[in-house]
C-alpha cells in the first residue's frame, strides 16, 4: 500500500519567519497535492503537481515536486498568522484514490 | 456553481444502528470518492463511485457500502454503526477524463456514534 509521510507532525512559527513541510511517499506516482484544512472545515485544494520538476506558488506558499525523489515540499515565506491551518499532501494512486499524509498542523504565533 | 455538498454536516447514531450520507458532486464532475477523517488524522479512502458502479474500495469492511445515481450524486451506507465509525466523512468529486486530475472535496458529514 502507498504510504505517504509528512513532517513535522506539528509546527510553531513565529510571524515573519520561513519554514518547510516535507512530503514523502513510498512509490512511484506523478500527482501531488496539497490541501489546506481548518479545525471543523472541508479540505481546500491550494496546489496540484503533475510532473517531476514542477513548482507552484500562491502568495506565501511554494510546492514543488521531485517524483525521482519521491518528494514534495510546501514552502512557507514570511509567515502570517492566516496561515494558521493544518495542511495535508496526497498522491493520487490511482484514478483519484488519494493516499493523504498525517497532517502537519502549523501555528504562527504573532 | 456549486461545489460539492453534503448532508446532513452534522449526525449522531447509537452503536448498531445504520447511518445514510448524502452527497451532490460538483457541476460537470461524474466520479465522487468517500474518505474518513478520524480526528487528528488524514482522510482515508473508502471507495469511489463512477457511472454508478463502484470502480475502487479501500481497506475498509463491507458495512460500508454505497451507492451513486444517474444524476452523479452518491450515498453512503453505513450499518451496525461502531463507536470506531466516528469521524468526519469527506465526499470528493472529480471528473474522470479530465487532463487535470483534480479533486474538490464538501464541507462534510461529522458522524459521532454513541
Known amino acids: 500500500e502507498l504510504k505517504v509521510e509528512q513532517n513535522p507532525l506539528f509546527l510553531s512559527m513565529q510571524e515573519g519567519k520561513n519554514y518547510t513541510i516535507y512530503c514523502n511517499y513510498s512509490t512511484t506516482s506523478d500527482r501531488l497535492y496539497w490541501y489546506r484544512q481548518d479545525p471543523g472545515k472541508s479540505l481546500e485544494s491550494l496546489f496540484v503537481?503533475?510532473?517531476?520538476?514542477a513548482v507552484k506558488q500562491e502568495g506565501r506558499l511554494m510546492a514543488s515536486l521531485d517524483t525521482k525523489a519521491r518528494l514534495s515540499t510546501l514552502h512557507i515565506t514570511a509567515a502570517v498568522h492566516d496561515l494558521s491551518a493544518t495542511y495535508f499532501c496526497?498522491?493520487?494512486?490511482?484514478?483519484?484514490?488519494?493516499?493523504f499524509g498525517t497532517g502537519t498542523s502549523l501555528t504562527v504565533i504573532p | 456553481d456549486a461545489g460539492v455538498t453534503q448532508s446532513p454536516t452534522h449526525l449522531i447514531k447509537t452503536r448498531g444502528q445504520q447511518v445514510t450520507l448524502r452527497c451532490s458532486p460538483k457541476s460537470g464532475h461524474d466520479t465522487v470518492s468517500w474518505y474518513q477523517q478520524a480526528l487528528g488524522q488524514g482522510p482515508q479512502f473508502i471507495f469511489q463511485?463512477?457511472?454508478?458502479?463502484?470502480?475502487q474500495r479501500g481497506n475498509f469492511p463491507d458495512r460500508f457500502s454505497g451507492h451513486q445515481f444517474p444524476n452523479y450524486s452518491s450515498e453512503l451506507n453505513v450499518n451496525a454503526l461502531l463507536l470506531g465509525d466516528s469521524a468526519l466523512y469527506l465526499c470528493?468529486?472529480?471528473?474522470?477524463?479530465?487532463?487535470?486530475?483534480?479533486?474538490?472535496f464538501g464541507q462534510g458529514t461529522r458522524l459521532t456514534v454513541v
Open positions: 503537481l503533475l510532473s517531476n520538476g
Open positions: 463511485y463512477y457511472e454508478e458502479e463502484e470502480r
Open positions: 496526497a498522491v493520487d494512486g490511482f484514478g483519484n484514490q488519494f493516499y
Open positions: 470528493a468529486s472529480s471528473l474522470v477524463d479530465s487532463q487535470i486530475t483534480e479533486a474538490f
